[in-house]
């Protein structure tokens, strides 16, 4: 955070500096710019239609100036109520017809923009679908919520008005010129006094704008990340009397982004008076000039009036295209956070071979969560097929980290981890389920019907597999349900219960049928007889498969064929319960104070 307040000390310096290295990846320009390319050529047909409706209003909206200009004319040599009248009708068709093509105009462009959002919140939602756990795990989800939410509002906001009215502007623009051109070269000239400000304004403030705009977002995402971070740990920093170092944190996360959303009020400060100044001038030079030229008889009157028409005409679009230049900024900067997502998805490499065999293989391997501190050094493990290991050791000895790692959640630092001969953590996902999964306490029920909440381990499971996988984990009760399997369940339908939530994972697990189950603290959470029931559940969808059960509690550890005794980030200990005790060593010292403390509670219970 000392970064941020820093950088906002001084605003010309790396704004989006390095206090940002744990969040997601942002793209470069050339990426952005290339895939803004992508979606807008993506309905080239909308686009033509489009942009041909916008030229045509653009051309009937020309009529007038010129029109006026000849009626300038025409009164001052004299003239009949007749070609006035004539001259005013015409004026009025003209205004009408451009309304109309604009109607249309406008219609056409909105479509093409919902169109081209609509695919481009699809396309984001699969980026964030394919991020690996670990990558959100490290950039901590503040930054995904604000990329999710504020930088896709912003984005629909860019493409919903920025995108088309730049069209639009650019269009019109162009053809005020060529009418400005055509109405005479000379009477066209002054209207460049402008130029030099509105081109070095614009530059200067592009230079920066980009930076700046990715700053604000950046900051925002901290503000969000430790709300959320807030929230989210309430008990935890009310037990740990932390409210005072969470309120000075969301300040300094506050005072960020004030500081940055200062930096960009002063961009806007500085380049939007340069831009007022620049559009005013060409006017004022126009007629200056004009008279001029009038009066050396170089002009007529109809041109110059034409042509100060013209100028006046060219603010308009003008304006909106350097108004929306500074939205596009904004959605630019938004857009970059957007498609950095997928930079994270590469993290997982296709791999270019099938495992041969179901054999999981540990060699070396260290981790960290953060550099320079593995919590895991060196590691080596090979599973048998079918066999059933528990891991056991102090808590923070790194058995969930080697068991999120086993099951391909994480990746090795360094060392290798693989299935059949090939690197776990780079099998595409969906082979990743059919190998190992990892079974925590967590069960989400997502929003849907009971049997979306199975096929989403294995999309193409037939209605057959769906009912076996629910009777190996005996939930009798969907078939009670009012819909059965098409019974809507998750936020804001039925709600399930938490046993009936682990039972729908277990089913899920039967149909992804991994071979090998990685098992965190799988009945902790639950009250005792759910937990017996939940075991007997559990144990007939472990059956034949390879199981490494990270054990809260030593007697699945005395069922176990082997135990692994996890110490400071090693395996210390590895063997058969009796050989272990035989050995005399930390695990046998485990399990003598565990056995006792059990005896003193069941005399405890017997009195
Ligand atoms: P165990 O499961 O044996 O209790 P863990 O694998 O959870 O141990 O933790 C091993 C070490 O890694 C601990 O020092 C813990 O603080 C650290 N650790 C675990 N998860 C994270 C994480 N997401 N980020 C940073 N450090 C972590």
Redesign the pocket.
């Known amino acids: 955070m000392s970064d941020l307040h820093e950088a906002g000390e001084q605003p010309g310096d790396q704004p989006a500096a390095a206090a940002y290295d744990r969040i997601l990846p942002v793209a470069t320009p050339a990426q952005v710019r290339a895939y803004a390319r992508r979606l807008t050529l993506a309905y080239p047909r909308q686009l033509g239609l489009a942009l041909g409706l916008h030229g045509l209003a653009a051309m009937a909206g020309l009529a007038a100036p010129r029109l006026l200009g000849d009626l300038v004319e025409d009164v001052r040599h004299g003239t009949s109520h007749w070609t006035v009248d004539r001259i005013a009708i015409a004026l009025a068709v003209f205004v009408i017809v451009q309304g109309v093509l604009l109607r249309f105009a406008v219609y056409a462009s909105a479509r093409l923009g919902e169109k081209v959002l609509a695919r481009l919140r699809e396309e984001f939602v699969d980026r964030v679908l394919e991020l690996p756990l670990s990558t959100v795990?490290r950039a901590g989800t503040g930054d995904l919520i604000t990329r999710t939410s504020r930088d896709v509002d912003v984005l629909s906001r860019s493409v919903r008005h920025a995108v088309p009215e730049t069209l639009i502007a650019i269009v019109t623009g162009v053809f005020a010129i060529g009418a400005l051109v055509l109405v005479g070269p000379l009477t066209a000239l002054p209207c460049l006094v402008g130029v030099p400000l509105l081109w070095g304004g614009t530059k200067w403030y592009l230079a920066r704008a980009r930076k700046g705009y990715l700053w604000e977002n950046a900051a925002w995402g901290s503000v969000t990340a430790g709300l959320t971070e807030t929230v989210e740990g309430a008990r935890t920093i009310e037990a740990l009397r932390l409210e005072r170092r969470r309120v000075a944190r969301t300040d300094a996360d506050i005072a960020g982004a004030w500081a940055a959303e200062r930096y960009t009020l002063g961009l806007r400060t500085v380049w939007f008076p340069m831009v007022e100044v620049g559009y005013v001038l060409p006017v004022v030079a126009t007629l200056l000039m004009g008279g001029l030229l009038y009066t050396w008889g170089l002009a007529s009157l109809a041109q110059v009036t034409a042509a100060t028409l013209y100028v006046q005409q060219l603010i308009d679009p003008l304006d909106r295209l350097l108004s929306w230049i500074d939205e596009l900024q904004v959605g630019g900067a938004s857009l970059a956070r957007l498609l950095g997502v997928s930079e994270a998805r590469a993290e997982r490499p296709r791999a270019v071979a099938r495992p041969a065999d179901e054999r999981i293989t540990v060699e070396d391997v260290r981790y960290a969560?953060?550099e320079g501190h593995d919590?895991l050094h060196g590691v080596d493990l090979r599973l048998r097929p079918g066999e059933r290991i528990a891991m056991v050791?102090?808590?923070?000895?790194?058995?969930?980290?080697?068991?999120r790692l086993i099951a391909g959640i994480l990746r090795p630092r360094t060392g290798t981890l693989t299935v059949g001969g090939v690197p776990l953590a780079d099998l595409p996902l969906e082979e990743l389920r059919g190998e190992v999964a990892l079974v925590t306490q967590e069960h989400h029920v997502f929003k849907g019907t009971v049997r979306d909440n199975l096929v989403m381990a294995r999309q193409q499971a037939t209605p057959a597999e769906v009912e076996t996988a629910l009777a190996a984990v005996q939930a009798d009760w969907v078939a009670e349900l009012p819909d059965g399997l098409d019974t809507q369940v998750g936020t804001g339908a039925l709600t399930l219960s938490p046993a009936q939530a682990q039972q729908l994972a277990l089913a899920r697990l039967v149909l992804a049928d991994p071979h090998t189950l990685v098992l965190d603290e799988a009945t902790s959470l639950l009250d005792p007889r759910a937990a017996r029931h939940l075991e007997r559940t559990l144990s007939a969808v472990l059956d034949g498969r390879t199981v490494v059960a990270?054990a809260h509690r030593l007697h699945t550890a005395h069922d176990a064929d082997r135990v692994a005794v996890?110490e400071g980030?090693r395996i210390t200990e590895l063997g058969g319960h009796d050989e272990l005790i035989a050995e005399d060593g930390s695990y046998a010292a485990l399990w003598r104070s565990w056995h006792g403390g059990e005896r003193t509670a069941v005399r405890n219970q017997a009195r």
Do not use: N
């Open positions: 795990e969560y953060r919590v050791g102090p808590s923070g000895a790194g058995k969930s980290t080697l068991g990270i996890v980030g």
